[in-house]
């Protein structure tokens, strides 16, 4: 295992690689492999483990007694998912977590990082910080998803979430993490009628795209 690649994962920001092998002990780290579309955690179950994309991709979704799936996240390498179930007592998750495309997770037990024998660790408290980072971050990216689905108009979600795409990534063509089933369910839409206002807003010179990839032709967006 190459210890300095952790490095690069934000959740062991200001760490050495000494400090990654200590943690990956003390907290039992495992790897598993999952194939697309593979269920990883189930709504309902109770968990002490939280994620690491090592490869691929996952998604975050929750599908109602309808039979009807929202999307609310999707996390791609180096990022972390169930840490706030883990962390959290006889809570069963409210979401399903599922591999979006083939990939790899690395799991961390967080039930062991309350241990007074593991506060001792001189890389406990930077692990904690980032994680509590990550967080906030993440909270925040929920916040957005809302912001994208307020609107009762199908054009204003879709405008919201690309332009907020497009930012991200700094640049006016860029791709989305979605197919256009995804897409549809994260913005709480209905795919054909995404499919119908997405070749609208091309029709009146608002975007391009070709499956997940885009161009926004609007001149006024900032993205700086």
């Not at 994208?148 to 990534?169: C, D, G, P």
């Amino acid at each position: 295992m190459n210890y300095s690649d952790f490095l690069k994962i934000p959740l062991f920001e200001n760490f050495k690689e000494s400090d990654v092998k200590e943690a990956l002990e003390v907290l039992s780290s495992r790897t598993c492999a999952y194939s697309k579309d593979q269920l990883i955690y189930h709504e309902g179950s109770y968990i002490n483990e939280m994620g690491i994309v090592q490869s691929g991709s996952i998604r975050i979704e929750r599908i109602d007694y309808q039979g009807n799936r929202n999307i609310l996240a999707h996390i791609e390498k180096g990022q972390i998912f169930a840490e706030s179930y883990a962390m959290l007592k006889n809570e069963p998750l409210m979401i399903d977590v599922v591999a979006n495309i083939d990939c790899e997770v690395l799991f961390l037990n967080l039930k062991k990082i309350e241990t007074l024998e593991t506060m001792k660790h001189s890389w406990h408290s930077a692990f904690i910080i980032n994680l509590l980072k990550i967080s906030n971050r993440k909270n925040l990216e929920l916040s957005k998803r809302n912001f994208h689905t307020f609107s009762k108009h199908i054009r204003s979600r879709v405008l919201s979430y690309l332009i907020a795409q497009s930012r991200q990534r700094k640049a006016l063509a860029f791709d989305i993490p979605f197919n256009r089933q995804q897409m549809a369910d994260y913005l709480n839409l209905d795919r054909s009628a995404l499919s119908n206002e997405l070749c609208k807003m091309r029709d009146d010179g608002l975007i391009l795209f070709h499956k997940n990839h885009f161009q926004l032709l609007i001149s006024n967006v900032n993205i700086f």
